[in-house]
């Protein structure tokens, strides 16, 4: 079975999936504040190459960039911000028609869910303190099925 990464057209669809992505949230008033203090210049090489892994492409993000423990920290210990979950998820929506995935289409759907469930569950789970975050977490993964034990 073709991967959810393969289909989405590899690297490089996600590529231009993470650079419609951020475009969106750089102007969205409330998920753009997660970016003001500054971000790595290669972000949305990075953020696909983690997406990539998520979904079933190649491990490079791991090897090269660091672990689920890295990225969780990243996203941690700012408190409760569910309003600009609700949005970066609305923006990663947008992307999807921006890279000209349709409604309806079983890929869009896949990558809505995960992009929903990696926003509302791991990245929003340390609220409090990126130093609660465990060491040694592994990127989860994501097929056609959802999450993969």
């Not at 979904?55 to 941690?76: I, M, N, Q």
């Not at 890929?107 to 929003?124: E, G, N, P, S």
Request: hydrophobic share 40%.
């Amino acid at each position: 079975m073709e991967t959810v990464y393969t289909a989405a057209g590899g690297s490089e669809g996600l590529l231009r999936l993470a650079e419609a992505w951020h475009a969106r949230v750089m102007v969205d008033e409330v998920v753009g504040h997660a970016f003001s203090h500054g971000f790595h210049p290669r972000h949305s090489e990075r953020l696909a190459a983690y997406w990539a892994e998520a979904l079933g492409g190649p491990a490079g993000y791991s090897k090269e960039c660091g672990d689920e423990t890295f990225v969780v920290r990243l996203h941690s210990g700012n408190g409760k911000h569910e309003e600009m979950d609700r949005r970066a998820i609305a923006c990663f929506d947008q992307a999807l028609d921006d890279v000209g995935l349709a409604e309806g289409e079983p890929l869009r759907q896949v990558l809505h869910d995960y992009f929903a469930w990696a926003t509302t569950t791991t990245m929003a789970r340390y609220p409090e303190s990126a130093a609660d975050v465990p060491e040694g977490l592994s990127i989860p993964r994501w097929s056609w099925d959802g999450l993969q034990r």
